[in-house]
């Protein structure tokens, strides 16, 4: 099995800055993935970022510019550094791991909030 346990999240005002941190331990040979999803109330949950096991990276359209995804192999931690936060940046954020491939396992972490507000 795979854990994985989010910190960084919180309350901070408009045009604000938070990390976000995700480790993975456990039973783990090779990350293939790792992304952050967030779920705002009342909305499906969307994918925020994802970076692969080469290190390319993806963003849904209305992070990029003010998020970075990057991730630290050693550590099997994945990190969200968001910036320039809007009040729709509001949700709850999820880290999500795919690891493997006999087959790829997803996994998911327990969810952190992060309020944007004034």
């Known amino acids: 099995q795979v854990q994985l346990v989010e910190s960084g999240g919180g309350l901070v005002q408009p045009g604000g800055s938070l990390r976000l941190s995700c480790a993975a331990s456990?039973?783990?040979?090779?990350?293939?993935?790792m992304a952050w999803y967030r779920q705002a109330p009342g909305k499906q949950r969307e994918l925020v970022a994802i970076i692969n096991s080469v290190g390319s990276t993806h963003y849904t359209n209305s992070v990029k510019g003010r998020f970075t995804i990057s991730g630290d192999n050693a550590k099997n931690t994945v990190y969200l550094q968001m910036n320039s936060l809007k009040p729709e940046d509001t949700a709850v954020y999820y880290c999500?791991?795919?690891?493997?491939?006999?087959?790829?396992?997803?996994?998911w972490g327990q969810g952190t909030q992060v309020t944007v507000s004034s």
């Open positions: 456990g039973s783990i040979d090779t990350i293939n993935a």
């Open positions: 999500y791991v795919n690891i493997g491939n006999r087959p790829p396992s997803d996994y």
